[in-house]
Protein backbone atom coordinates (compact mmCIF):
# COMPACT_ATOMS: atom_id res chain seq x y z
CA UNK A 1 0.00 0.00 0.00
CA UNK A 2 1.05 3.80 -0.81
CA UNK A 3 2.39 5.06 1.95
CA UNK A 4 1.10 8.21 1.70
CA UNK A 5 -2.88 7.12 1.51
CA UNK A 6 -4.95 10.31 0.09
CA UNK A 7 -7.83 11.02 3.24
CA UNK A 8 -9.66 13.01 0.63
CA UNK A 9 -10.36 11.73 -2.40
CA UNK A 10 -9.64 13.65 -5.80
CA UNK A 11 -12.71 15.63 -6.37
CA UNK A 12 -14.64 14.18 -9.41
CA UNK A 13 -12.51 10.69 -9.55
CA UNK A 14 -14.58 7.50 -9.12
CA UNK A 15 -13.58 5.79 -5.92
CA UNK A 16 -12.76 2.38 -4.67
CA UNK A 17 -12.77 1.35 -1.44
CA UNK A 18 -10.49 -1.51 -1.64
CA UNK A 19 -7.67 1.12 -2.52
CA UNK A 20 -7.93 3.02 0.82
CA UNK A 21 -6.57 0.74 3.02
CA UNK A 22 -8.02 0.02 6.43
CA UNK A 23 -4.92 -0.32 8.48
CA UNK A 24 -3.01 2.43 7.10
CA UNK A 25 -1.12 4.73 10.11
CA UNK A 26 1.51 6.18 8.63
CA UNK A 27 4.20 3.97 10.48
CA UNK A 28 3.08 5.60 13.47
CA UNK A 29 2.60 3.74 16.78
CA UNK A 30 0.03 4.33 19.45
CA UNK A 31 2.42 6.26 21.96
CA UNK A 32 2.89 8.77 19.59
CA UNK A 33 -0.41 8.93 17.88
CA UNK A 34 -2.06 9.44 21.12
CA UNK A 35 0.30 12.26 22.31
CA UNK A 36 -0.32 14.50 19.18
CA UNK A 37 -4.14 13.92 20.07
CA UNK A 38 -3.65 14.90 23.40
CA UNK A 39 -1.97 18.01 22.16
CA UNK A 40 -4.52 18.47 19.22
CA UNK A 41 -7.89 18.03 21.79
CA UNK A 42 -5.88 21.02 23.57
CA UNK A 43 -6.23 23.00 20.51
CA UNK A 44 -9.63 21.96 19.75
CA UNK A 45 -10.87 23.25 23.12
CA UNK A 46 -9.27 26.35 22.35
CA UNK A 47 -10.61 26.57 19.29
CA UNK A 48 -14.75 25.62 20.20
CA UNK A 49 -14.81 28.42 22.83
CA UNK A 50 -13.82 31.03 19.86
CA UNK A 51 -16.07 29.19 17.56
CA UNK A 52 -18.84 29.21 20.48
CA UNK A 53 -18.12 32.66 21.44
CA UNK A 54 -17.54 34.65 17.82
CA UNK A 55 -21.19 33.15 17.19
CA UNK A 56 -20.42 33.39 13.62
CA UNK A 57 -19.87 29.95 11.76
CA UNK A 58 -21.11 26.43 12.70
CA UNK A 59 -19.35 22.84 12.05
CA UNK A 60 -21.05 19.94 10.97
CA UNK A 61 -19.25 16.59 11.19
CA UNK A 62 -21.18 13.79 9.29
CA UNK A 63 -20.16 10.18 10.60
CA UNK A 64 -20.66 7.11 8.03
CA UNK A 65 -19.90 3.59 8.99
CA UNK A 66 -20.93 0.06 8.73
CA UNK A 67 -21.94 -1.67 11.86
CA UNK A 68 -19.12 -1.60 14.61
CA UNK A 69 -17.14 0.67 12.37
CA UNK A 70 -16.29 3.29 15.37
CA UNK A 71 -18.55 6.10 15.21
CA UNK A 72 -19.63 5.77 18.84
CA UNK A 73 -15.55 5.36 19.36
CA UNK A 74 -15.00 7.95 18.14
CA UNK A 75 -17.78 10.69 19.44
CA UNK A 76 -16.67 9.39 23.00
CA UNK A 77 -12.96 10.14 22.00
CA UNK A 78 -12.65 12.97 19.53
CA UNK A 79 -14.72 15.45 21.80
CA UNK A 80 -14.05 14.39 24.86
CA UNK A 81 -11.77 17.74 25.74
CA UNK A 82 -14.56 20.19 24.55
CA UNK A 83 -17.52 22.12 25.95
CA UNK A 84 -20.27 19.69 26.18
CA UNK A 85 -22.41 23.22 25.91
CA UNK A 86 -21.33 23.95 22.42
CA UNK A 87 -21.97 20.26 21.08
CA UNK A 88 -25.12 18.69 19.87
CA UNK A 89 -24.98 14.55 18.94
CA UNK A 90 -28.23 13.44 16.80
CA UNK A 91 -28.11 9.61 15.97
CA UNK A 92 -30.03 9.42 13.50
CA UNK A 93 -32.26 5.72 13.31
CA UNK A 94 -35.08 4.41 11.31
CA UNK A 95 -37.17 7.02 10.33
CA UNK A 96 -40.15 7.29 12.64
CA UNK A 97 -43.85 7.66 11.05
CA UNK A 98 -43.96 11.15 11.27
CA UNK A 99 -40.31 11.47 8.99
CA UNK A 100 -41.49 9.15 6.79
CA UNK A 101 -44.57 11.90 5.73
CA UNK A 102 -41.91 14.49 4.95
CA UNK A 103 -39.12 14.42 2.59
CA UNK A 104 -35.99 12.53 3.78
CA UNK A 105 -34.07 15.69 4.10
CA UNK A 106 -36.80 17.02 6.65
CA UNK A 107 -35.13 15.58 9.92
CA UNK A 108 -31.82 15.89 8.60
CA UNK A 109 -32.47 20.00 8.17
CA UNK A 110 -33.39 20.29 11.75
CA UNK A 111 -30.51 19.28 13.21
CA UNK A 112 -27.77 21.14 11.14
CA UNK A 113 -25.98 23.20 13.94
CA UNK A 114 -27.14 26.74 14.34
CA UNK A 115 -24.25 29.63 14.66
CA UNK A 116 -21.03 29.19 17.14
CA UNK A 117 -21.91 25.42 17.20
CA UNK A 118 -20.51 22.09 16.44
CA UNK A 119 -23.26 19.03 14.89
CA UNK A 120 -21.97 15.82 14.97
CA UNK A 121 -24.41 13.69 13.13
CA UNK A 122 -24.07 10.06 13.83
CA UNK A 123 -25.48 8.10 10.61
CA UNK A 124 -27.08 10.58 8.38
CA UNK A 125 -29.15 11.59 5.46
CA UNK A 126 -26.43 9.10 3.59
CA UNK A 127 -28.30 6.65 5.08
CA UNK A 128 -31.18 7.39 2.40
CA UNK A 129 -29.01 6.19 -0.98
CA UNK A 130 -26.88 3.50 1.41
CA UNK A 131 -29.55 0.77 3.74
CA UNK A 132 -32.36 2.62 1.47
CA UNK A 133 -30.75 1.51 -1.87
CA UNK A 134 -29.51 -1.45 -0.46
CA UNK A 135 -32.55 -2.54 1.19
CA UNK A 136 -34.43 -1.18 -1.78
CA UNK A 137 -37.06 0.81 0.29
CA UNK A 138 -37.60 3.31 -2.04
CA UNK A 139 -37.28 2.18 -6.22
CA UNK A 140 -33.88 3.25 -7.71
CA UNK A 141 -35.36 5.86 -9.85
CA UNK A 142 -36.23 7.62 -6.19
CA UNK A 143 -32.86 6.91 -4.71
CA UNK A 144 -30.54 8.28 -8.05
CA UNK A 145 -31.89 11.39 -8.07
CA UNK A 146 -30.69 11.70 -4.01
CA UNK A 147 -27.18 12.65 -4.90
CA UNK A 148 -27.49 15.70 -6.22
CA UNK A 149 -30.37 16.74 -4.25
CA UNK A 150 -27.66 16.03 -1.36
CA UNK A 151 -24.79 17.85 -3.31
CA UNK A 152 -27.82 20.80 -3.17
CA UNK A 153 -28.30 20.65 0.41
CA UNK A 154 -24.52 20.69 1.33
CA UNK A 155 -24.35 23.77 -0.89
CA UNK A 156 -27.26 25.58 0.66
CA UNK A 157 -25.54 24.71 4.22
CA UNK A 158 -21.88 25.45 3.21
CA UNK A 159 -23.14 29.16 1.45
CA UNK A 160 -24.29 29.81 5.09
CA UNK A 161 -21.84 29.66 7.52
CA UNK A 162 -21.71 25.97 8.07
CA UNK A 163 -18.39 23.94 7.31
CA UNK A 164 -19.13 20.46 6.66
CA UNK A 165 -16.67 17.81 7.13
CA UNK A 166 -17.73 14.14 5.73
CA UNK A 167 -15.96 11.25 7.53
CA UNK A 168 -16.46 7.60 6.43
CA UNK A 169 -14.94 4.83 9.07
CA UNK A 170 -13.05 2.10 6.97
CA UNK A 171 -13.02 -0.92 8.98
CA UNK A 172 -12.20 -3.94 6.56
CA UNK A 173 -14.37 -7.04 7.28
CA UNK A 174 -12.46 -9.20 9.36
CA UNK A 175 -12.48 -6.41 11.48
CA UNK A 176 -15.61 -6.38 11.70
CA UNK A 177 -16.31 -10.03 12.52
CA UNK A 178 -13.64 -9.20 15.55
CA UNK A 179 -15.84 -6.49 16.77
CA UNK A 180 -18.93 -8.51 16.86
CA UNK A 181 -17.28 -11.57 18.40
CA UNK A 182 -15.85 -8.93 21.21
CA UNK A 183 -19.57 -7.75 21.51
CA UNK A 184 -20.37 -11.29 21.94
CA UNK A 185 -17.98 -12.47 24.09
CA UNK A 186 -18.98 -9.47 26.56
CA UNK A 187 -21.93 -9.57 28.29
CA UNK A 188 -21.64 -5.36 28.72
CA UNK A 189 -21.58 -5.15 24.90
CA UNK A 190 -24.42 -7.35 24.11
CA UNK A 191 -26.80 -4.40 23.51
CA UNK A 192 -24.39 -3.65 21.29
CA UNK A 193 -25.08 -6.35 18.86
CA UNK A 194 -28.19 -7.15 17.57
CA UNK A 195 -29.10 -10.28 14.93
CA UNK A 196 -29.86 -7.54 11.97
CA UNK A 197 -26.03 -6.60 11.77
CA UNK A 198 -25.48 -10.02 10.50
CA UNK A 199 -28.09 -9.00 7.61
CA UNK A 200 -26.27 -6.25 6.93
CA UNK A 201 -22.79 -8.28 7.35
CA UNK A 202 -24.35 -10.32 4.41
CA UNK A 203 -24.44 -7.41 2.32
CA UNK A 204 -21.59 -6.20 2.89
CA UNK A 205 -20.46 -6.09 -1.26
CA UNK A 206 -23.46 -4.03 -1.54
CA UNK A 207 -22.80 -1.53 1.30
CA UNK A 208 -19.49 -0.88 -0.26
CA UNK A 209 -21.08 -0.15 -3.74
CA UNK A 210 -23.17 2.05 -2.35
CA UNK A 211 -20.66 3.67 -0.06
CA UNK A 212 -18.21 3.93 -3.18
CA UNK A 213 -21.08 5.97 -5.05
CA UNK A 214 -22.13 8.09 -2.50
CA UNK A 215 -18.68 8.85 -1.58
CA UNK A 216 -17.91 9.64 -5.24
CA UNK A 217 -21.19 11.42 -6.42
CA UNK A 218 -21.14 13.33 -2.99
CA UNK A 219 -17.45 14.63 -2.88
CA UNK A 220 -17.45 18.32 -3.20
CA UNK A 221 -14.76 20.90 -2.80
CA UNK A 222 -17.71 22.18 -0.32
CA UNK A 223 -18.53 19.19 1.68
CA UNK A 224 -15.75 17.07 0.85
CA UNK A 225 -15.12 13.17 2.07
CA UNK A 226 -12.57 12.13 4.32
CA UNK A 227 -11.55 7.68 4.02
CA UNK A 228 -10.61 7.98 7.63
CA UNK A 229 -8.65 4.26 7.59
CA UNK A 230 -10.47 2.99 11.20
CA UNK A 231 -8.94 -0.98 11.72
CA UNK A 232 -6.92 0.90 14.34
CA UNK A 233 -8.81 3.38 16.69
CA UNK A 234 -6.56 5.31 17.62
CA UNK A 235 -5.55 6.44 14.34
CA UNK A 236 -9.29 6.60 13.70
CA UNK A 237 -9.26 9.24 16.15
CA UNK A 238 -5.95 11.01 15.69
CA UNK A 239 -7.49 11.33 11.61
CA UNK A 240 -10.98 12.80 13.04
CA UNK A 241 -9.60 15.19 15.22
CA UNK A 242 -6.77 16.59 13.06
CA UNK A 243 -9.03 17.01 10.43
CA UNK A 244 -11.63 18.73 12.35
CA UNK A 245 -8.76 21.27 14.61
CA UNK A 246 -7.30 21.57 11.01
CA UNK A 247 -11.17 22.83 9.38
CA UNK A 248 -11.79 25.12 12.74
CA UNK A 249 -7.87 26.76 12.11
CA UNK A 250 -8.95 28.03 8.62
CA UNK A 251 -12.22 29.43 10.18
CA UNK A 252 -10.70 32.44 11.22
CA UNK A 253 -11.95 32.41 14.41
CA UNK A 254 -11.67 34.61 17.42
CA UNK A 255 -12.99 36.41 20.50
CA UNK A 256 -15.70 38.78 19.60
CA UNK A 257 -15.23 42.57 20.36
CA UNK A 258 -16.65 43.34 23.84
CA UNK A 259 -20.28 45.76 23.01
CA UNK A 260 -19.51 48.13 25.74
CA UNK A 261 -15.96 50.06 26.13
CA UNK A 262 -14.21 48.12 29.20
CA UNK A 263 -11.26 50.20 30.16
CA UNK A 264 -11.35 51.34 33.12
CA UNK A 265 -14.04 49.53 34.26
CA UNK A 266 -13.85 49.07 38.21
CA UNK A 267 -16.26 46.65 40.20
CA UNK A 268 -17.99 48.18 42.37
CA UNK A 269 -17.16 46.61 46.25
P1 LIG B 1 -26.21 2.51 15.42
O1 LIG B 1 -26.03 1.22 14.64
O2 LIG B 1 -26.00 3.74 14.58
O3 LIG B 1 -25.47 2.54 16.71
P2 LIG B 1 -28.91 1.56 15.72
O4 LIG B 1 -28.41 0.19 16.05
O5 LIG B 1 -30.10 2.09 16.45
O6 LIG B 1 -27.75 2.63 15.85
O7 LIG B 1 -29.17 1.59 14.16
C1 LIG B 1 -29.84 2.59 13.53
C2 LIG B 1 -30.49 1.97 12.31
O8 LIG B 1 -31.27 2.95 11.66
C3 LIG B 1 -29.51 1.42 11.31
O9 LIG B 1 -29.83 0.10 10.99
C4 LIG B 1 -29.72 2.32 10.11
O10 LIG B 1 -29.49 1.68 8.89
C5 LIG B 1 -31.15 2.74 10.29
N1 LIG B 1 -31.47 3.97 9.56
C6 LIG B 1 -30.95 5.19 9.74
N2 LIG B 1 -31.45 6.05 8.83
C7 LIG B 1 -32.31 5.36 8.07
C8 LIG B 1 -33.15 5.70 6.96
N3 LIG B 1 -33.18 6.93 6.47
N4 LIG B 1 -33.91 4.72 6.44
C9 LIG B 1 -33.89 3.47 6.93
N5 LIG B 1 -33.13 3.09 7.97
C10 LIG B 1 -32.34 4.02 8.53
Known sequence: ?????????????????????????????????????????????????????????????VLQAMDAGGKDGAIKKVFDSVNPQGVQVTSFKV?????????????????????????????????????????????????????DQINAFERLLADNGVTILKFYLHISKDEQKQRFQERLDNPDKHWKFSLGDLGVRERWGDYMQAYEDAITLCNTPYAPWHIVPANRKWYRDLVVTRTIVNALEQMGLAYPEPEDDLTGVVIPD
Open 1 to 61: MSKQQPLTPKFGSKIRLKDFDPDYCEDLDKKTAKKEEDRLEKRFAALQEMLYAQNKHSLLV
Open 95 to 147: PTAEELAHDYLWRIHKAVPGRGFIGIFNRSHYEDVLVVRVNELVPQDVWVKRY
